[in-house]
């Protein structure tokens, strides 16, 4: 959330951010609760054509110094790599770790799944046996575990699905490091059936996509052993969860030894049934089993940090096919951020090298030599260095048809806030609001790859960067700054040459017609023109089919401040139902002397993807803001002179007037009007709003937005349509007027920023008790 200044803990909203006990699960329950309306329900990434459907997948756990520390008023931890993990965990140490909705909506627009934590750690034996046994006294639970016979309840299952579904996260990871002393066998076995009640309230109240996945840690007897592998010490708790995480401390032939006794299981036991039949198991496969990695290298093979490729490699996620848990990944800031000079572009230069490689083609990144390995253990060569990249598929994101993309290449920092162009806001410190942070565009890094368009050329392709520009933006807080180095060359048709670059992959549906939108700059040096244009091709797949695109001529309209956009129309059509296209640019340059080199760069402002709106006679809607409303704090040691409290409001979507309706008689079988079936277009959607202030006083004759001053943005706290204002976010010069108006800006899910006659107002007016009057600009 971008603010002019910092306020208290309520800018994170009125939800508990975690529960330290299970008590306090049940405290806050006692009370009604309403689903987070500001935070994006999950959509999957279909598998398309060449796509590897059995590579182990990668299994993010976030534990960064204790979880939410977040700042709206400072550059941050950010996590950017979204393309090439399918679960994420935001871990704490806290009985039950709510993942922050921000976080939540950075993975969902992207596909992937994020999970909280429910922990258990040394001391919390009676909370586990409580966790099980529901509501029942723990007095009086100590001849239950004596018989054996340990009662069973779904109560805590369905609080904690319940809370899921309210915050709208996918799921838990499960992690119980204290012993069953209590139960031993009996209630591990009831934690197992617990755990089948999560999963089928998960299901129900979460969706399919939920998951339960289970930590490494208890095993049958009640012990806490860690084991590094799967074997019959933990297999129970593996069938009765969606996914296992093994521990970090395994030599090196333990992922193989895994594979062989998953393999060895009944089939019975890990192929699941048909969903008629209830089962209480899901199917599982090597993809199931998460081979844990400590980047922070405690007893980690290989030492972790730029070794924790030697322990991937043993892995093996794309020719065994196990998964991988990657715990600890922050490491590259924890452990960096105390060195003299190191800042946040030096930290993004070393998170680069780890997940994508090198910025430079042939760079060597060089590696600490691994620890001492443990004796029995021989000597195993796993070559030189190896980024992220290289052992998962880099998967683009849900269908735009089901889900808008829209990206301002924002990595959930900056030191501005740019509205259509226009800077309104310059912090000293920079901000960070993970809500805000989207695709960086996954096809141009570590760099960009263009190759020459239309024609081979003997020349070599032009050389090109990439770079997270926070000096400019559209809307956001940042551009992509693509430069390009092109060589001179004595060739007869050297006067002008084209390259095409992909920037971002996506999955489309074929025979569906998409709309892209690009918001971009140009910068070329002297002699040089450019020929710019948005394109969509087919990207070429380990099958070589490739889906043919038809693209449309693209419409070009300038903005302000320098920007211009492209809007564009695209259908594919491939052997299944759904394609793997890329979104980039077509470039053309002409030089006045082709035989000398030549630069040029294209920042990129936002790139947005959605289905074609319909042609008429459909009714598409307009949205707009409808009205807005500023409540006092409660809070009665604040004054009505004082301008704090809560702004809401409420959106609509309305459509053109009719020109005409023509009815010839009751059995026309032609509808007076036809609504699109895409809820789109119905009622579109925002990605958050801008919020602006301006104070008057009762002889202001005129009021003008566009003189209104910035002061926030929503996101931060799940609301979708509430901002909490508080005086550190006001400009001093609403100090002294005797009113306040506030007003509120939509932006839509495809980037678009309402214009002043789309959007609302309210006014406060301290010298009436607190009155206020709301309006439409």
Not at 27 to 54: C, D, I, M, N
Not at 498 to 519: A, D, F, G, K
Not at 541 to 570: C, M, P, R
């Amino acid at each position: 959330m971008p603010l002019r200044g910092v306020g208290h803990s309520r800018l994170v909203g009125d939800e508990e951010p975690y529960f330290k006990s299970l008590a306090e699960l049940d405290a806050w329950f006692a009370q009604p609760h309403a689903k987070l309306s500001g935070v994006l329900g999950y959509q999957s990434r279909p598998l398309t054509e060449g796509q590897s459907g059995s590579r182990g997948k990668l299994l993010v756990c976030h534990d960064y110094k204790g979880g939410y520390t977040e700042s709206p008023a400072g550059l941050c931890y950010t996590f950017n790599f979204w393309s090439l993990c399918d679960t994420f965990v935001y871990f704490s140490h806290h009985r039950i770790t709510v993942p922050p909705s921000g976080w939540t909506n950075a993975a969902h627009k992207q596909g992937t799944k994020m999970l909280g934590t429910l922990i258990f750690e040394g001391g919390a034996e009676a909370d586990c046996l409580q966790l099980i046994v529901g509501c029942a006294q723990r007095t009086n639970l100590g001849p239950t575990t004596l018989t054996g016979n340990i009662p069973l309840s779904k109560h805590y299952a369905a609080l904690l699905a319940e809370l899921a579904y309210q915050r709208g996260f996918d799921g838990y990871l499960l992690n119980f490091e204290c012993p069953l002393k209590q139960g031993g066998f009996e209630e591990a076995r009831a934690l197992t059936a617990w755990i089948t009640l999560l999963r089928a309230e998960l299901q129900t109240k979460v969706g399919p996509h939920a998951q339960a996945v289970w930590y490494d840690s208890v095993i049958i007897d009640g012990r806490l052993r860690w084991q590094d592998r799967l074997n019959n010490y933990n297999l129970p708790f593996f069938l009765a969860s969606d996914a296992f995480f093994t521990n970090y401390t395994w030599p090196p032939n333990y992922p193989l030894l895994t594979a062989q006794y998953f393999m060895s299981l009944d089939p019975a036991l890990v192929n699941g049934s048909s969903p008629d039949t209830n089962s209480l198991f899901s199917a599982k496969s090597l993809q199931s089993i998460f081979t844990g990695v400590d980047v922070w290298g405690r007893n980690q093979y290989g030492g972790g940090g730029f070794n924790s490729y030697r322990a991937i490699h043993h892995i093996d996620p794309k020719s065994l096919g196990l998964s991988v848990a990657f715990f600890g990944q922050a490491w590259t800031w924890e452990s960096e951020q105390d060195k003299p000079g190191w800042n946040w572009d030096q930290w993004w230069d070393y998170e680069r090298k780890l997940w994508i490689g090198p910025p430079n083609a042939g760079d060597v990144v060089p590696v600490p030599d691994p620890p001492k390995k443990r004796p029995g253990i021989p000597d195993i060569d796993e070559g030189p260095f190896m980024p992220m990249t290289a052992f998962f598929e880099d998967l683009p994101p849900p269908d735009p048809a089901r889900f808008t993309f829209y990206t301002s290449f924002s990595p959930g920092v900056g030191h501005s806030w740019f509205v259509d162009g226009t800077k309104v806001l310059e912090t000293e410190k920079g901000w960070t609001d993970v809500d805000k942070q989207c695709s960086i565009g996954n096809l141009v890094w570590p760099r960009p790859n263009p190759v020459w368009e239309g024609d081979e050329r003997e020349e070599a392709v032009p050389t090109a960067s990439s770079r997270l520009d926070m000096t400019d933006g559209f809307n956001g807080g940042n551009t992509l700054k693509l430069s390009f180095t092109c060589a001179g060359s004595t060739a007869e048709d050297a006067f002008f040459r084209s390259i095409w670059l992909p920037v971002q992959s996506l999955n489309v549906t074929v025979q569906r017609s998409y709309e892209v939108c690009l918001v971009y700059k140009t910068t070329a040096g002297d002699g040089i023109d450019l020929d710019f244009g948005v394109s969509v091709k087919a990207l070429s797949n380990e099958s070589n089919h490739t889906s043919d695109v038809v693209v449309e001529q693209a419409i070009v309209s300038e903005l302000s401040e320098g920007w211009s956009q492209q809007n564009l129309k695209f259908t594919t059509s491939s052997p299944l139902g759904s394609a793997q296209v890329a979104a980039g640019l077509v470039i053309g340059f002409a030089a006045e002397d082709p035989s000398l080199p030549c630069n040029f760069s294209i920042s990129l402002g936002q790139l947005a993807i959605y289905p074609s709106p319909p042609p008429p006679p459909v009714s598409v809607g307009t949205p707009a803001i409808l009205w807005a409303k500023f409540e006092h704090s409660s809070n009665r040691t604040v004054p009505l002179s004082v301008v704090e409290g809560v702004l809401t409001w409420d959106t609509s979507s309305s459509f053109p007037r009719f020109s005409s309706i023509r009815t010839t008689s009751p059995e026309d079988p032609n509808p007076a009007w036809i609504l699109e079936d895409n809820p789109t277009y119905r009622f579109p959607t925002f990605t958050y709003f801008n919020i602006y202030v301006l104070p008057f006083t009762p002889d202001t004759h005129t009021m003008n937005p566009t003189t209104a001053v910035f002061i926030g943005t929503t996101g931060l706290d799940g609301r979708a349509n509430r901002f909490y204002v508080e005086p550190q976010c006001l400009p001093a010069s609403v100090e002294g007027c005797s009113a306040t108006r506030f007003y509120v800006q939509g932006v839509t899910s495809s980037g678009e920023v309402l214009g002043w006659d789309r959007c609302a107002y309210v006014d406060y007016v301290k010298l009436a008790l607190g009155m206020t009057v709301s309006g439409v600009v």
